[in-house]
């Protein structure tokens, strides 16, 4: 690595908004905005020192009423690693067991000193909800079946590392669970925005036909075979049983046979195809062991890249209409710190 490069952004753009709710609301340029910080902020996790001061002083809040394991773990490392202090709140933690509203707890922890509340709930608009109800930033960390804008974002900051940072024209599939997917919704928002065409595939039961209404690149199928060779990217999402009412396939393994990345199946995919996946993965069901360790998965590159997104969403959000927060760490960057 080269300790002298610069992290500050070339853009003059200056991010204005105070929350982060969904992809769809933003436009091309934020988003830009977003993957070129977190480019920056990446430098700072492969340094012997981890930490930059920019949010010393602030308090973050995980604010998380569903089980997480990567997202909850990435926002608070996220937080620490810009020396803000973090405190975890899960439901169990909650006074909404006791009958308490969603606003009133927000406003409660509000009320101790917060300066961002980051929000998981299982109710779709639930971070919307919050937001319009207090004066501290919110940053989304999942919503019901609606949104999950920063796993999107570390998703296409993973394919432009790969791919190059512009996505024009590249095909880019999400094959399984599209139905109940807010990954997946979030993607389709920023891949369109950023000129790539997507592709939902999976059975006819979980990949609705009306998400082709949401932009003219976005395309339905229901046969994978058809399509997996003109493929740059397929993300693969989980079978999302705890959301679904009823089970929309005769079976997983009839599931495995149709949908299933596995060695034969990457035979017909293009040599330098790329493998994602949200996580957790069911090994086995949508991919195989062979498939999630081979050399065209950049699964793990997702975690490592969702950890400098994350950083800089809490940074932007929080630095207001101030300009880039990457100047104010710009010359500790270019300056290796002594060590011992």
Known sequence: MNESATAEPSSSFTWTRRHLLGLGELE?????????TARGLKEISMRSVRKVPPLRGKVVVNLFFEPST??????????????????????????????????????????????????RHASSG??????RNVDCSVVNAGDGTHEHPTQALLDVFTMTEHLGPDLTGKQVAFVGDIAYSRVARSNIFALT????????????????????????????HHHL???????????????QLERQGAT?????????????????????AKEN???????????????????ADGPHSVILNQVTNGLATRMAVLWLVSAGDTGSP???????LRTPPREG
Request: hydrophobic share 40%; net charge neutral.
């Open 28 to 36: 091309r340029d934020e988003i830009e905005h977003i993957l070129e």
């Open 70 to 119: 990567r997202t909850r773990t990435s926002f608070e490392l996220a937080a620490q690693r810009l020396s803000a202090d973090t405190i975890e709140f899960t439901e169990k933690m909650s006074a909404t067991r006791k009958g308490e509203t969603l606003i009133d707890t927000a406003k409660n922890i509000e009320a101790m000193g917060v300066d961002v509340l980051v929000v």
């Open 126 to 131: 639930a971070p919307w909800i919050i937001a």
């Open 193 to 220: 925005k950023l000129g790539a065409h997507v592709h939902l595939i999976g059975p006819k039961t979980l990949v609705p036909g009306s998400l082709k209404q949401l932009h003219p690149n976005v395309h339905t």
């Open 225 to 239: 075979d058809e399509v997996i060779a003109e493929l740059d990217v397929i993300n693969l999402l989980r079978i």
């Open 248 to 268: 929309n396939f005769p079976s997983l393994r009839e599931y495995t046979r149709l949908y299933g990345i596995t060695r034969a199946r990457m035979r017909r």
């Open 273 to 291: 195809v790329l493998i994602m996946h949200p996580g957790p993965m069911n090994r086995g069901v949508e991919i195989s062991p062979d498939v």
């Open 326 to 332: 990457m100047s104010q760490v710009s010359g500790r």
